[in-house]
Each structure stands twice: as C-alpha cells, then as structure tokens.
C-alpha cells in the first residue's frame, strides 16, 4: 500500500507499528513521527545542505573515537507517553553502547540527540521536541540553526527535567573542539 493510499485509511489511534508502515511505504523519503499524545507529523526529506550538516557531525564523533553503531543517523527512538509510545527520528544520536537492531529503540543509554532545523521544523524542534526529549530524560539535545553560522546551542538537562543552554556556537566552532569538551562521556 502506498503512503497516500496508508493516509485515507488512516486507523483511528496510530501505533509506532502504522507509522513505520508509513515510513516503508513512502517512496518519497518523508519522515513521519508521531508525539506520545498521538499526534501525527509528516515532515518533507532533507536536502543537500541538511545532509551535509549531519554527516560533518557524524564524522567529528566518529573521529573522536565514537563506534559507527553508537552514532545513528535518522534512528527512531520510542518517547514514552501516559496513553501510549511516541517515535521520534532524530537527525542523530549518540548511544553508550551499540544499539540492537529495531525501528523503534528505547532510550536506554541514550547519551545525545541531535536535531538539524530545517524549513518549517523550528518550532517542533525547539518547543516540543525540546519539552520531550526533557520529559523522557536524555542527557544531551543539540539543535544545529540553518542560519548562516549553522549555529548549534547544545542544551543540557536540568534536575527539574527541564534543558537549560550550555553553550551556543557556530558548527565550525564547535568542529574544531573534542566532544568529551562537552561532557559527553
């Protein structure tokens, strides 16, 4: 079944498992999330400049000696709700240790997210991912702009559950510093 066609029959409750058959069934690259209260979006495929922007990360991390299999592009991770799982992609992740193979992984040992704003995803990534990815406990969200600097504020958890900005830098600054930096451990 076609993506579109997965659309006019859209079950009443979407379950992470009709989400990644809306992912598989799209031939278009989409990314489809679903919040833990239930709510669908549907975001367009990145572009070359996204895509460049995640790869200089995933090569800083992995240069600082980070294993391919803790730093995953475009993996899902389930966001715990009161009714139900939530499924996020962020851009990256950076995992204490190797990740099993699944669509959906669970937060366990999830040391960073990292999210590139592209057009139209400002406010998801800044208010509710940001409030989500708090909620839910990850130690780390980094949010890259796509102004002219790429500027990258890396947002640390609080003891209230909340992100509090620890730095804020351009992507070249922050390239030429070590992740451990950052306290990324």
Do not use: C, N
């Not at 989400?19 to 799209?26: G, P, T, V």
């Not at 991770?77 to 499924?87: L, N, T, V």
């Not at 057009?119 to 990850?138: H, L, N, T």
């Not at 947002?155 to 209230?160: I, N, Q």
């Amino acid at each position: 079944m076609s993506a579109e066609a997965f659309g006019r029959h859209l079950p009443a409750v979407v379950t992470l498992d009709d989400l990644a058959a809306m992912i598989a069934a799209d031939q278009h690259g989409h990314r489809y999330e679903l919040s833990p209260e239930g709510a669908l979006s549907i975001m367009p495929p990145p572009d070359s400049e996204h895509a460049a922007i995640a790869s200089r990360l995933l090569v800083w991390l992995a240069m600082a000696g980070w294993p391919a299999e803790q730093v995953l592009q475009a993996a899902g991770i389930r966001i715990p709700g009161p009714d139900g799982d939530g499924g996020r992609i962020p851009d990256l992740t950076l995992w204490a240790r190797p990740q099993p193979r699944s669509v959906w992984l669970a937060l366990t040992d999830l040391l960073l997210v990292i999210e590139i704003v592209s057009p139209g995803s400002a406010a998801m990534d800044e208010v509710v991912k940001r409030r989500e990815y708090a909620q839910v406990g990850i130690p780390r969200y980094w949010m890259v702009e796509r102004d002219a600097a790429q500027t990258v504020t890396l947002h640390v958890l609080g003891p209230d559950r909340t992100y509090e900005v620890a730095a804020k830098m351009p992507l070249a600054w922050l390239l030429q510093t070590a992740p451990g930096d950052h306290q990324i451990a």
